[in-house]
């Protein structure tokens, strides 16, 4: 294997490694923000965050209400 070969092997192997870490990182479902609004339970979340809320889910949001079995408090 010639010199340019291995360095963009090299290149190539750090960009898939690149792309694996932040696949991992970024898949955990994000914390709840520390105010007032958000130290309740799953019906309060409904109350803002229902389709016809101030601040729906997003559209490929997972179905389900149990809102504390994936986002967590800091």
């Given at each position: 294997?010639?010199?340019r070969?291995i360095?963009?092997a090299?290149a190539?192997g750090?960009?898939a490694?690149?792309?694996?870490?932040?696949?991992?990182?970024?898949r955990?479902a994000?914390?709840?923000?520390d105010?007032p609004?958000?130290?309740?339970d799953?019906a309060?979340c409904?109350?803002c965050?229902a389709p016809?809320g101030?601040?729906?889910r997003s559209?490929?949001?997972?179905?389900?209400?149990?809102?504390?079995r994936?986002?967590?408090?800091r």
């Amino acid at each position: 294997m010639s010199r340019r070969q291995i360095v963009l092997a090299a290149a190539l192997g750090l960009l898939a490694l690149l792309a694996v870490l932040l696949a991992v990182r970024t898949r955990g479902a994000p914390y709840l923000p520390d105010d007032p609004e958000h130290r309740s339970d799953s019906a309060v979340c409904m109350s803002c965050h229902a389709p016809d809320g101030p601040a729906p889910r997003s559209p490929n949001h997972p179905l389900g209400d149990d809102c504390f079995r994936c986002h967590a408090r800091r």
